[in-house]
Protein backbone atom coordinates (compact mmCIF):
# COMPACT_ATOMS: atom_id res chain seq x y z
CA UNK A 1 0.00 0.00 0.00
CA UNK A 2 2.80 2.48 0.54
CA UNK A 3 3.45 2.66 -3.48
CA UNK A 4 -0.12 3.24 -3.83
CA UNK A 5 -0.78 7.18 -4.43
CA UNK A 6 -4.68 6.34 -5.38
CA UNK A 7 -7.11 4.29 -4.57
CA UNK A 8 -10.49 3.56 -5.32
CA UNK A 9 -13.10 1.57 -3.34
CA UNK A 10 -16.12 0.32 -5.02
CA UNK A 11 -16.72 4.28 -5.65
CA UNK A 12 -19.91 5.70 -6.92
CA UNK A 13 -21.60 9.04 -7.53
CA UNK A 14 -24.82 10.12 -9.05
CA UNK A 15 -27.26 12.84 -8.97
CA UNK A 16 -30.78 13.14 -8.43
CA UNK A 17 -32.59 14.47 -11.65
CA UNK A 18 -35.90 16.23 -10.93
CA UNK A 19 -38.47 16.67 -14.25
CA UNK A 20 -39.10 20.45 -12.74
CA UNK A 21 -38.41 22.25 -9.66
CA UNK A 22 -41.86 21.66 -7.87
CA UNK A 23 -40.49 17.81 -7.75
CA UNK A 24 -37.86 19.21 -5.98
CA UNK A 25 -39.34 21.12 -3.38
CA UNK A 26 -42.22 18.20 -3.26
CA UNK A 27 -39.48 15.63 -1.89
CA UNK A 28 -37.61 17.97 0.08
CA UNK A 29 -41.11 18.52 2.19
CA UNK A 30 -43.32 15.43 1.87
CA UNK A 31 -43.77 13.66 5.86
CA UNK A 32 -42.43 10.67 4.28
CA UNK A 33 -40.07 11.51 1.95
CA UNK A 34 -41.85 10.16 -1.48
CA UNK A 35 -39.00 9.86 -4.20
CA UNK A 36 -39.49 12.20 -6.73
CA UNK A 37 -36.58 12.33 -8.61
CA UNK A 38 -34.68 9.55 -10.40
CA UNK A 39 -31.14 9.01 -10.21
CA UNK A 40 -28.20 9.35 -12.89
CA UNK A 41 -24.85 7.59 -11.98
CA UNK A 42 -21.69 9.61 -13.42
CA UNK A 43 -19.58 6.65 -11.43
CA UNK A 44 -20.73 3.14 -10.90
CA UNK A 45 -18.61 0.98 -8.76
CA UNK A 46 -14.63 1.97 -9.42
CA UNK A 47 -12.30 -0.16 -8.51
CA UNK A 48 -9.08 1.21 -9.27
CA UNK A 49 -5.14 1.34 -8.02
CA UNK A 50 -2.67 3.74 -9.56
CA UNK A 51 0.92 3.84 -8.48
CA UNK A 52 3.26 6.49 -7.18
CA UNK A 53 4.97 7.50 -10.43
CA UNK A 54 2.48 6.50 -12.85
CA UNK A 55 1.01 8.54 -15.66
CA UNK A 56 -2.27 7.17 -16.29
CA UNK A 57 -4.60 8.00 -19.62
CA UNK A 58 -8.11 8.29 -19.04
CA UNK A 59 -10.33 7.97 -22.34
CA UNK A 60 -14.23 7.95 -23.05
CA UNK A 61 -16.98 9.55 -24.49
CA UNK A 62 -18.33 12.71 -23.70
CA UNK A 63 -20.26 12.23 -20.71
CA UNK A 64 -18.69 8.89 -19.44
CA UNK A 65 -17.63 10.25 -16.00
CA UNK A 66 -13.90 10.61 -16.90
CA UNK A 67 -14.33 14.59 -15.59
CA UNK A 68 -16.28 13.24 -12.54
CA UNK A 69 -13.32 10.73 -11.54
CA UNK A 70 -10.82 13.38 -11.45
CA UNK A 71 -12.61 15.96 -9.22
CA UNK A 72 -13.16 12.99 -6.48
CA UNK A 73 -9.55 12.39 -6.69
CA UNK A 74 -9.26 16.49 -6.35
CA UNK A 75 -11.71 16.79 -3.62
CA UNK A 76 -14.25 19.31 -5.46
CA UNK A 77 -16.65 16.22 -5.35
CA UNK A 78 -17.24 13.48 -2.64
CA UNK A 79 -19.09 9.83 -3.77
CA UNK A 80 -22.11 8.71 -2.57
CA UNK A 81 -20.71 5.74 -1.66
CA UNK A 82 -17.13 3.24 -1.23
CA UNK A 83 -13.64 4.86 -0.42
CA UNK A 84 -10.89 6.83 -1.69
CA UNK A 85 -7.56 7.24 -0.85
CA UNK A 86 -5.59 9.88 -2.00
CA UNK A 87 -1.47 10.26 -0.91
CA UNK A 88 0.00 13.32 -1.51
CA UNK A 89 -0.80 16.81 -2.49
CA UNK A 90 -2.77 17.19 -5.17
CA UNK A 91 -2.76 20.25 -8.16
CA UNK A 92 -5.85 20.04 -10.74
CA UNK A 93 -5.78 21.54 -14.61
CA UNK A 94 -9.77 20.90 -14.59
CA UNK A 95 -11.33 24.39 -15.93
CA UNK A 96 -8.37 26.51 -15.81
CA UNK A 97 -8.86 29.55 -14.38
CA UNK A 98 -12.20 28.26 -12.54
CA UNK A 99 -12.68 29.26 -8.99
CA UNK A 100 -10.72 32.64 -9.33
CA UNK A 101 -12.09 36.53 -8.17
CA UNK A 102 -12.92 38.42 -11.04
CA UNK A 103 -12.30 41.42 -8.34
CA UNK A 104 -8.75 40.46 -7.47
CA UNK A 105 -6.01 41.12 -9.67
CA UNK A 106 -3.40 37.85 -11.36
CA UNK A 107 -0.75 38.34 -8.46
CA UNK A 108 -3.58 38.31 -5.95
CA UNK A 109 -5.50 35.50 -7.73
CA UNK A 110 -1.71 33.39 -7.49
CA UNK A 111 -1.63 33.77 -3.94
CA UNK A 112 -5.37 32.87 -3.23
CA UNK A 113 -5.21 30.06 -5.55
CA UNK A 114 -1.93 28.76 -3.50
CA UNK A 115 -3.39 29.14 -0.16
CA UNK A 116 -7.17 27.46 -1.50
CA UNK A 117 -4.58 24.30 -2.32
CA UNK A 118 -3.08 24.18 0.80
CA UNK A 119 0.36 26.61 0.61
CA UNK A 120 1.28 28.79 3.27
CA UNK A 121 1.45 33.05 1.93
CA UNK A 122 5.50 32.62 2.40
CA UNK A 123 5.33 29.26 0.21
CA UNK A 124 3.76 30.73 -2.42
CA UNK A 125 6.06 34.00 -2.16
CA UNK A 126 8.69 31.83 -3.10
CA UNK A 127 7.02 30.44 -6.28
CA UNK A 128 5.32 33.71 -7.32
CA UNK A 129 8.19 34.86 -9.53
CA UNK A 130 8.25 31.64 -11.16
CA UNK A 131 4.00 31.28 -12.03
CA UNK A 132 4.24 34.82 -13.54
CA UNK A 133 7.05 34.55 -15.47
CA UNK A 134 5.63 31.20 -17.21
CA UNK A 135 1.85 32.92 -17.73
CA UNK A 136 3.23 35.64 -20.04
CA UNK A 137 0.51 37.88 -19.79
CA UNK A 138 2.65 41.24 -19.40
CA UNK A 139 1.33 43.86 -17.32
CA UNK A 140 -2.36 42.66 -16.71
CA UNK A 141 -0.98 40.37 -14.03
CA UNK A 142 -1.75 43.79 -12.20
CA UNK A 143 -5.28 44.01 -13.55
CA UNK A 144 -8.69 42.64 -12.23
CA UNK A 145 -9.00 39.41 -13.95
CA UNK A 146 -12.44 40.78 -15.04
CA UNK A 147 -10.75 42.45 -17.70
CA UNK A 148 -8.45 39.58 -18.64
CA UNK A 149 -9.59 37.03 -21.90
CA UNK A 150 -10.41 33.83 -21.48
CA UNK A 151 -7.13 32.50 -22.99
CA UNK A 152 -5.33 34.67 -20.03
CA UNK A 153 -7.50 32.98 -17.76
CA UNK A 154 -6.43 29.79 -18.61
CA UNK A 155 -2.86 30.54 -19.03
CA UNK A 156 -2.70 31.88 -15.22
CA UNK A 157 -4.54 29.05 -14.21
CA UNK A 158 -2.19 26.61 -15.86
CA UNK A 159 0.61 28.07 -14.98
CA UNK A 160 -0.71 28.42 -11.06
CA UNK A 161 -1.27 24.83 -11.39
CA UNK A 162 1.74 23.29 -13.13
CA UNK A 163 4.49 25.54 -10.60
CA UNK A 164 3.63 24.15 -7.32
CA UNK A 165 5.20 20.53 -8.22
CA UNK A 166 2.61 18.48 -6.88
CA UNK A 167 2.80 14.84 -6.03
CA UNK A 168 -0.05 13.99 -7.46
CA UNK A 169 -1.15 16.23 -10.52
CA UNK A 170 -4.39 15.85 -12.39
CA UNK A 171 -5.12 16.98 -16.33
CA UNK A 172 -8.19 17.49 -17.82
CA UNK A 173 -8.02 18.23 -22.12
CA UNK A 174 -6.35 21.61 -21.00
CA UNK A 175 -3.02 21.30 -23.49
CA UNK A 176 -4.90 23.95 -26.20
CA UNK A 177 -4.25 26.58 -24.09
CA UNK A 178 -2.77 29.98 -26.11
CA UNK A 179 -0.96 29.94 -29.45
CA UNK A 180 1.55 26.96 -30.80
CA UNK A 181 4.45 28.28 -28.61
CA UNK A 182 2.74 28.02 -25.30
CA UNK A 183 1.21 24.34 -26.18
CA UNK A 184 4.70 23.52 -26.50
CA UNK A 185 5.74 25.16 -23.46
CA UNK A 186 2.84 23.47 -21.32
CA UNK A 187 4.26 20.27 -22.73
CA UNK A 188 7.90 20.93 -22.01
CA UNK A 189 7.18 22.05 -18.34
CA UNK A 190 4.69 18.88 -18.07
CA UNK A 191 7.29 17.04 -19.18
CA UNK A 192 9.25 17.09 -16.20
CA UNK A 193 7.06 16.43 -13.71
CA UNK A 194 5.96 13.31 -15.83
CA UNK A 195 9.66 12.17 -15.23
CA UNK A 196 10.48 13.61 -11.79
CA UNK A 197 8.16 10.82 -10.53
CA UNK A 198 4.63 13.14 -10.27
CA UNK A 199 1.81 10.90 -10.59
CA UNK A 200 -0.79 11.90 -13.34
CA UNK A 201 -3.88 11.29 -13.99
CA UNK A 202 -4.19 12.40 -18.12
CA UNK A 203 -7.99 13.01 -19.32
CA UNK A 204 -7.39 13.32 -23.61
CA UNK A 205 -9.37 12.91 -26.73
CA UNK A 206 -5.67 12.84 -28.24
CA UNK A 207 -5.14 9.10 -28.95
CA UNK A 208 -1.74 10.01 -29.74
CA UNK A 209 -0.95 11.95 -26.79
CA UNK A 210 -2.38 9.36 -24.64
CA UNK A 211 -0.21 6.72 -26.39
CA UNK A 212 3.05 8.92 -25.90
CA UNK A 213 2.68 10.00 -22.92
CA UNK A 214 1.42 7.72 -21.03
CA UNK A 215 2.27 4.20 -19.15
CA UNK A 216 -1.25 3.05 -18.60
CA UNK A 217 -4.42 3.55 -19.64
CA UNK A 218 -7.93 2.91 -18.90
CA UNK A 219 -11.79 3.67 -20.81
CA UNK A 220 -14.79 4.65 -18.60
CA UNK A 221 -18.10 4.55 -20.52
CA UNK A 222 -21.34 5.19 -18.96
CA UNK A 223 -19.67 5.78 -15.63
CA UNK A 224 -18.10 2.06 -15.57
CA UNK A 225 -14.36 1.21 -16.05
CA UNK A 226 -14.77 -1.59 -18.88
CA UNK A 227 -11.17 -1.64 -19.55
CA UNK A 228 -8.16 -1.05 -18.06
CA UNK A 229 -4.27 -1.46 -19.80
CA UNK A 230 -1.40 -0.58 -21.86
CA UNK A 231 -2.27 2.94 -23.37
CA UNK A 232 -2.64 0.98 -27.06
CA UNK A 233 -4.67 -1.44 -25.94
CA UNK A 234 -6.97 0.66 -24.30
CA UNK A 235 -7.10 3.31 -26.76
CA UNK A 236 -7.63 0.87 -30.38
CA UNK A 237 -10.31 -0.53 -28.71
CA UNK A 238 -11.82 3.14 -27.80
CA UNK A 239 -11.86 4.05 -31.20
CA UNK A 240 -13.71 0.89 -31.88
CA UNK A 241 -16.32 1.69 -29.51
CA UNK A 242 -16.87 5.46 -30.98
CA UNK A 243 -16.50 4.71 -34.55
CA UNK A 244 -19.19 1.66 -33.95
CA UNK A 245 -22.42 2.34 -35.61
CA UNK A 246 -25.21 2.51 -32.88
CA UNK A 247 -26.65 -0.71 -33.04
CA UNK A 248 -23.42 -2.49 -32.81
CA UNK A 249 -21.98 -0.34 -29.78
CA UNK A 250 -23.56 -2.34 -27.31
CA UNK A 251 -22.33 -5.68 -28.51
CA UNK A 252 -18.55 -4.17 -29.15
CA UNK A 253 -19.08 -2.55 -25.38
CA UNK A 254 -19.71 -6.20 -23.92
CA UNK A 255 -16.54 -7.71 -26.01
CA UNK A 256 -14.61 -4.98 -24.53
CA UNK A 257 -15.56 -5.81 -20.75
CA UNK A 258 -14.78 -9.48 -21.57
CA UNK A 259 -11.72 -8.71 -22.86
CA UNK A 260 -10.83 -6.49 -19.88
CA UNK A 261 -11.21 -9.84 -17.62
CA UNK A 262 -9.49 -11.64 -19.45
CA UNK A 263 -5.37 -11.17 -18.36
CA UNK A 264 -4.61 -13.88 -21.62
CA UNK A 265 -5.94 -12.00 -24.02
CA UNK A 266 -5.41 -8.32 -23.08
CA UNK A 267 -1.18 -9.55 -22.76
CA UNK A 268 -1.43 -10.50 -26.21
CA UNK A 269 -2.64 -7.91 -27.70
CA UNK A 270 0.20 -5.70 -26.62
CA UNK A 271 1.97 -4.73 -29.71
CA UNK A 272 5.40 -4.19 -28.57
CA UNK A 273 7.41 -6.15 -30.58
CA UNK A 274 11.24 -6.91 -29.20
CA UNK A 275 13.79 -5.85 -31.28
CA UNK A 276 15.43 -8.95 -30.69
CA UNK A 277 12.34 -10.77 -32.61
CA UNK A 278 14.39 -9.27 -35.78
CA UNK A 279 16.26 -12.38 -36.80
CA UNK A 280 19.29 -12.31 -39.31
CA UNK A 281 18.08 -12.96 -43.51
CA UNK A 282 19.90 -15.99 -42.55
CA UNK A 283 18.12 -17.47 -40.17
CA UNK A 284 16.81 -20.85 -41.67
CA UNK A 285 13.78 -21.13 -39.53
CA UNK A 286 12.06 -17.88 -41.21
CA UNK A 287 13.77 -17.06 -44.50
CA UNK A 288 15.09 -19.45 -47.46
CA UNK A 289 16.35 -18.15 -50.06
CA UNK A 290 18.22 -21.03 -51.77
CA UNK A 291 19.77 -19.12 -55.52
CA UNK A 292 20.91 -16.70 -54.03
CA UNK A 293 23.40 -15.70 -50.99
CA UNK A 294 22.16 -14.17 -48.09
CA UNK A 295 22.33 -10.69 -47.30
CA UNK A 296 23.69 -8.42 -44.09
CA UNK A 297 21.33 -6.47 -42.14
CA UNK A 298 21.58 -3.23 -43.47
CA UNK A 299 22.07 -4.13 -47.17
CA UNK A 300 18.86 -5.59 -48.55
CA UNK A 301 14.88 -5.77 -47.26
CA UNK A 302 13.76 -9.25 -46.60
CA UNK A 303 11.02 -10.94 -45.42
CA UNK A 304 10.29 -12.05 -42.06
CA UNK A 305 7.00 -14.43 -42.07
CA UNK A 306 5.88 -14.00 -38.29
CA UNK A 307 6.46 -10.19 -37.39
CA UNK A 308 2.77 -9.73 -37.31
CA UNK A 309 1.02 -7.49 -35.40
CA UNK A 310 -0.95 -8.50 -32.26
CA UNK A 311 -2.53 -5.24 -31.87
CA UNK A 312 -5.01 -5.55 -35.22
CA UNK A 313 -8.20 -3.61 -34.80
CA UNK A 314 -10.96 -3.57 -37.48
CA UNK A 315 -13.69 -1.68 -37.35
CA UNK A 316 -16.43 -2.08 -40.56
CA UNK A 317 -19.37 -0.56 -40.38
CA UNK A 318 -20.24 -1.23 -43.87
CA UNK A 319 -20.14 -4.59 -45.89
CA UNK A 320 -16.55 -3.56 -46.94
CA UNK A 321 -13.43 -5.67 -46.62
CA UNK A 322 -10.21 -4.61 -46.97
CA UNK A 323 -7.49 -7.35 -47.52
CA UNK A 324 -4.17 -8.88 -48.33
CA UNK A 325 -2.08 -6.12 -47.31
CA UNK A 326 1.57 -6.32 -48.22
CA UNK A 327 5.14 -4.06 -48.37
CA UNK A 328 6.96 -4.81 -51.38
CA UNK A 329 9.97 -3.29 -52.66
CA UNK A 330 9.33 -2.14 -56.45
CA UNK A 331 10.84 -5.22 -58.04
CA UNK A 332 7.52 -6.82 -56.69
CA UNK A 333 9.34 -9.11 -53.60
CA UNK A 334 7.41 -8.97 -50.57
CA UNK A 335 9.31 -7.80 -47.48
CA UNK A 336 8.69 -6.53 -43.85
CA UNK A 337 12.50 -5.41 -42.41
CA UNK A 338 13.01 -2.65 -44.75
CA UNK A 339 16.12 -0.67 -45.66
CA UNK A 340 16.48 3.37 -44.82
CA UNK A 341 16.15 5.77 -47.67
CA UNK A 342 14.91 2.70 -50.02
CA UNK A 343 11.63 3.26 -51.72
CA UNK A 344 8.71 0.23 -51.12
CA UNK A 345 5.27 0.13 -52.27
CA UNK A 346 2.49 -0.52 -49.56
CA UNK A 347 -0.33 -2.07 -51.09
CA UNK A 348 -3.88 -3.37 -50.08
CA UNK A 349 -7.17 -4.46 -51.68
CA UNK A 350 -10.88 -3.22 -51.52
CA UNK A 351 -13.78 -5.59 -51.98
CA UNK A 352 -17.05 -4.05 -51.79
CA UNK A 353 -20.24 -6.21 -50.97
CA UNK A 354 -22.80 -2.80 -51.06
CA UNK A 355 -23.13 -0.24 -53.43
CA UNK A 356 -21.09 2.58 -52.62
CA UNK A 357 -20.00 6.38 -53.61
CA UNK A 358 -18.22 9.49 -52.88
CA UNK A 359 -15.22 6.96 -51.47
CA UNK A 360 -11.75 8.13 -50.35
CA UNK A 361 -8.61 5.82 -49.64
CA UNK A 362 -6.07 5.91 -47.32
CA UNK A 363 -2.91 4.48 -45.38
CA UNK A 364 -1.04 5.98 -42.78
CA UNK A 365 2.35 4.74 -40.78
CA UNK A 366 3.08 5.31 -37.03
CA UNK A 367 5.51 4.58 -34.45
CA UNK A 368 5.47 2.04 -31.72
CA UNK A 369 3.70 3.74 -29.52
CA UNK A 370 0.55 5.17 -32.15
CA UNK A 371 2.35 8.37 -32.65
CA UNK A 372 1.42 9.19 -36.36
CA UNK A 373 3.97 9.92 -38.49
CA UNK A 374 2.75 10.40 -42.10
CA UNK A 375 -0.85 9.61 -43.29
CA UNK A 376 -2.05 9.78 -47.48
CA UNK A 377 -5.59 9.78 -48.69
CA UNK A 378 -6.67 9.42 -52.37
CA UNK A 379 -7.78 11.83 -54.29
CA UNK A 380 -7.32 14.19 -50.76
CA UNK A 381 -8.47 15.50 -47.43
CA UNK A 382 -12.04 16.07 -47.81
CA UNK A 383 -12.30 14.75 -51.38
CA UNK A 384 -14.39 11.75 -52.63
CA UNK A 385 -14.09 9.81 -55.90
CA UNK A 386 -17.18 10.38 -57.86
CA UNK A 387 -17.56 6.89 -58.80
CA UNK A 388 -19.47 4.11 -57.79
CA UNK A 389 -18.77 0.68 -56.69
CA UNK A 390 -21.34 -2.19 -56.71
CA UNK A 391 -21.73 -5.45 -54.92
CA UNK A 392 -18.27 -7.80 -55.94
CA UNK A 393 -16.19 -4.54 -57.45
CA UNK A 394 -12.91 -5.27 -55.94
CA UNK A 395 -10.10 -2.15 -55.91
CA UNK A 396 -6.54 -2.81 -55.80
CA UNK A 397 -4.40 -0.14 -54.00
CA UNK A 398 -0.76 0.57 -54.39
CA UNK A 399 0.91 3.52 -52.17
CA UNK A 400 4.50 3.94 -53.11
CA UNK A 401 6.96 5.38 -49.90
CA UNK A 402 10.40 6.67 -49.42
CA UNK A 403 11.77 4.92 -46.17
CA UNK A 404 13.47 7.99 -44.52
CA UNK A 405 13.13 6.91 -40.66
CA UNK A 406 15.42 5.87 -38.13
CA UNK A 407 15.80 2.10 -37.43
CA UNK A 408 12.62 0.59 -35.17
CA UNK A 409 9.04 -0.91 -34.91
CA UNK A 410 6.41 0.66 -37.39
CA UNK A 411 3.29 0.00 -37.93
CA UNK A 412 0.52 0.71 -41.10
CA UNK A 413 -3.19 1.74 -41.18
CA UNK A 414 -5.78 1.32 -43.72
CA UNK A 415 -9.15 2.45 -44.68
CA UNK A 416 -11.98 4.17 -46.60
CA UNK A 417 -14.37 7.11 -46.20
CA UNK A 418 -17.44 8.52 -47.30
CA UNK A 419 -19.58 10.89 -46.32
CA UNK A 420 -23.06 11.09 -44.59
CA UNK A 421 -24.99 14.39 -43.68
CA UNK A 422 -22.28 16.10 -43.78
CA UNK A 423 -19.65 14.38 -41.52
CA UNK A 424 -17.05 11.61 -42.68
CA UNK A 425 -17.82 8.11 -42.13
CA UNK A 426 -15.39 5.38 -42.02
CA UNK A 427 -16.69 2.52 -44.11
CA UNK A 428 -13.51 0.02 -42.97
CA UNK A 429 -10.44 0.46 -41.15
CA UNK A 430 -7.86 -1.81 -40.09
CA UNK A 431 -5.53 -0.45 -37.33
CA UNK A 432 -1.97 -1.45 -37.49
CA UNK A 433 -2.81 -4.00 -40.25
CA UNK A 434 0.82 -4.46 -40.95
CA UNK A 435 4.13 -4.24 -38.46
CA UNK A 436 7.65 -3.77 -40.17
CA UNK A 437 11.30 -2.90 -39.44
CA UNK A 438 13.34 -0.73 -40.53
CA UNK A 439 17.06 -1.93 -40.76
CA UNK A 440 19.73 0.77 -40.54
CA UNK A 441 21.77 1.23 -44.57
CA UNK A 442 25.48 1.50 -43.73
CA UNK A 443 25.96 2.76 -47.30
CA UNK A 444 23.46 5.63 -47.02
CA UNK A 445 22.27 8.79 -44.86
CA UNK A 446 20.62 8.47 -42.11
CA UNK A 447 18.14 9.93 -40.11
CA UNK A 448 15.26 11.99 -41.66
CA UNK A 449 11.38 11.91 -42.10
CA UNK A 450 9.10 10.34 -44.76
CA UNK A 451 9.00 11.83 -48.08
CA UNK A 452 7.20 10.85 -51.79
CA UNK A 453 4.25 9.54 -49.90
CA UNK A 454 1.66 8.60 -52.74
CA UNK A 455 -0.86 6.58 -54.57
CA UNK A 456 0.71 4.38 -57.29
CA UNK A 457 -1.93 2.74 -58.47
CA UNK A 458 -5.82 2.02 -58.63
CA UNK A 459 -7.13 -0.31 -60.71
CA UNK A 460 -9.88 -2.71 -60.82
CA UNK A 461 -9.18 -6.44 -60.25
Request: aromatic content about 10%; proline content about 3%.
Amino acid sequence: MSNIAVKFENVSKFYKLYNSPKDRLKEALHPFGKKRHREFYALKNINLEVKKGEILGIVGRNGSGKSTLLKIISGVIQPNSGKVIVKGDVSALLELGSGMNPDYDGIQNIYFGGIMMGFSREEMKAKIDDIVAFAEIGDFIHQPLKTYSSGMKARLGFALAINIKPEILVVDEVLSVGDDLFKRKCFAKMEELFKSGCTVFFVSHSIPNVMEICTRAILVDKGELILEGSPKLVTMNYLKLIYALPNDQAEIRNEILQLDKNEEEKENFDSRLDTEECPSPASEKLITRKEKKEPKIGQEAFHIPDFKPKSTVIIKNEDVSIYDMRIETLEGQEVNALVMNEEYIYSYKVEFGVLTRDVNFGMGIKTEKGLALAWMIYPGINQFLKEEFVNGDKIHLKWRFKCMLLPGNYYIDSGLRTMKKDKTYILSKITDALAFKVQENEGKQKGGFFDALSLLDMTKI
